[in-house]
C-alpha cells in the first residue's frame, strides 16, 4: 500500500457564513472558524440587545478557514487529499480484446468493467467508480502491442471526486505473440478442395482470430492450389474446422498424432495433430450422374441436395465417390423449331436441348450437360 494524493476533479457547491468582528469581541481563532461556517452567526445590536441573523454571500474553506475566491469547496491549498490506494495497472491485448488480471487472461467486451474491477481491488476506501469517456476508451483501445501510456481514473468518494493515476500497458497475450512465428500445433492437410472450401476455411478464421486461433503457414503441394497444409497455432480449433467441412462439404476425415517434444515440468508428452480432409471430387453446381438420370447439387453438409434436371425435383442422396460428375460447359442455341438444338463452339458437336426455357433466343449462350446425343441445361 502506498499513499497518493490525488485532486478532486468536481465539488459540490456551499455557501458558508462568514464571522463577523462586533466591538467588544476578539476575533475567532482561525481553527474555530470550521464551526462558525456551519451556522448563522448571531449578531448582537447594543442599542436594543435584540438579536438578528446575518446571512453573508463568501465561502470559507470548511477545512483551513480560508476565503475561497472561486466555486470550490475547499481552498486552493486544501484541494488534496490523502488516499490510499495500490497503483492501477491495465494489462491488455488488443489484438484479441483480453485483460491480464492476477496473471489470468481473459475475455472482455467493456473495458469499464474491467477498470472498475482494478479499482475495487487497488483502492481499500468504498469509492464509487466513474466511468471513462467513450472517447477515452476508444482511444485506449486504438493502442497497438508495446504502448504504455497513463491516463486518469476517476472515483467518487461521498460528494467529492478524485482523479486516480493509471498506466495501461498493451502487450500481446499468449495465443496472439504466437501469431506470425513458426509456432504450430497441427496441421490441416485440405485434399481435392473447391475454391468454396479455401473460401470457408479463411472465412472461419477470421471470424475466430480475435479468440487468438491463427494459420502461420500455408503450403500448396501442386500447382493446382487445391490442395493445401495449413498449419495451426490450435489443434483444438483446428478439429473443429476438419468438423465443419465434413459437415459442409462432405469430406471424409482422418486423424493421427505425432510425439513432438515433452514438458519437462509436467513430464507429459506434447503432440502435434495431422488431419487429413479428403474433399469429394465434385462441387457444387457439378452434375452427378446416377443410372440414366443427371442431378445438379445444389448444396453440401452430410448429405448431398440436389435438383433433379428432368423434373426440378429436390431430394437428398449420399455421399459416394463411385458417382460419374458431369462437368457444365457453355454452348449456343442454334435452334427451336421443331424442337431446342445447341451446338458446342469447340467441339461443333450438336445435341436436342431437353428442358428448354420458352424464352431462349437464337445464338443465346447457356451452360448445358451433354450426355450422349442429349444437353440438360443447368443454371449457375
Excluded at 449578531?43 to 470548511?62: I, V
Excluded at 485506449?140 to 502491442?145: C, E, G, I, R, T
Excluded at 503450403?219 to 478439429?239: A, E, P
Amino acid at each position: 500500500m502506498t499513499k497518493k494524493h490525488v485532486k478532486i476533479t468536481s465539488h459540490k457547491k456551499t455557501t458558508v457564513k462568514k464571522v463577523v468582528k462586533t466591538s467588544g469581541h476578539k476575533q475567532l481563532h482561525k481553527s474555530a472558524k470550521h464551526e462558525a461556517a456551519k451556522h448563522s452567526i448571531i449578531h448582537r445590536n447594543p442599542s436594543n440587545k435584540q438579536h438578528s441573523h446575518k446571512h453573508f454571500s463568501k465561502k470559507f474553506c470548511p477545512k483551513c478557514g480560508n476565503l475561497i475566491t472561486d466555486d470550490n469547496t475547499l481552498c486552493k491549498n486544501c484541494r488534496t487529499s490523502d488516499f490510499d490506494f495500490k497503483d492501477l495497472k491495465l494489462f491488455v491485448c488488443n489484438n484479441c480484446s483480453s485483460y491480464n488480471l492476477k496473471n489470468k487472461w481473459k475475455k472482455f467486451h467493456d473495458l469499464n468493467s474491467i477498470m472498475k474491477k482494478i479499482v475495487e481491488d487497488s483502492v481499500k476506501h468504498k469509492v464509487q467508480y466513474v466511468k471513462l469517456s467513450d472517447e477515452k476508451v476508444d482511444e485506449l483501445l486504438s493502442y497497438k502491442a508495446g504502448v504504455h501510456k497513463d491516463f486518469t481514473v476517476t472515483v467518487s468518494l461521498g460528494k467529492e471526486q478524485f482523479d486516480l493515476p493509471a498506466v495501461i500497458d498493451v502487450t500481446l497475450c499468449p495465443k496472439c505473440a504466437k501469431e506470425g512465428t513458426k509456432y504450430f500445433e497441427g496441421i490441416l492437410q485440405v485434399r481435392n478442395a473447391s475454391n468454396e472450401v479455401l473460401d470457408f476455411i479463411k472465412n472461419d478464421l477470421a471470424k475466430n482470430r480475435s479468440k487468438g486461433f491463427h494459420i502461420n503457414k500455408e503450403t500448396y503441394i501442386d500447382d493446382t492450389g487445391l490442395n493445401v497444409d495449413y498449419f495451426y497455432t490450435n489443434k483444438g480449433y483446428m478439429r473443429i474446422v476438419a468438423e465443419k467441412l465434413k459437415n459442409h462439404f462432405g469430406a471424409v476425415l482422418k486423424q493421427n498424432a505425432q510425439l513432438f517434444s515433452i514438458n519437462w515440468e509436467t513430464s507429459k508428452n506434447i503432440y502435434r495433430l495431422n488431419i487429413l480432409v479428403e474433399l469429394p471430387k465434385y462441387h457444387k453446381n457439378d452434375v452427378i450422374k446416377i443410372g440414366t438420370q443427371l442431378f445438379k447439387i445444389v448444396s453440401m453438409d452430410e448429405k448431398i441436395h440436389v435438383l433433379n434436371l428432368e423434373n426440378n425435383s429436390k431430394t437428398l442422396i449420399a455421399h459416394k465417390d463411385s458417382y460419374d460428375v458431369l462437368k457444365p460447359v457453355e454452348v449456343m442455341l442454334i435452334k427451336k423449331y421443331p424442337e431446342f438444338e445447341i451446338l458446342d463452339p469447340n467441339t461443333y458437336y450438336q445435341a436436342r436441348l431437353m428442358n428448354p426455357s420458352e424464352n431462349l433466343q437464337i445464338n443465346q449462350k447457356i451452360h448445358v450437360i451433354i450426355d450422349g446425343g442429349e444437353a440438360w441445361m443447368v443454371k449457375e
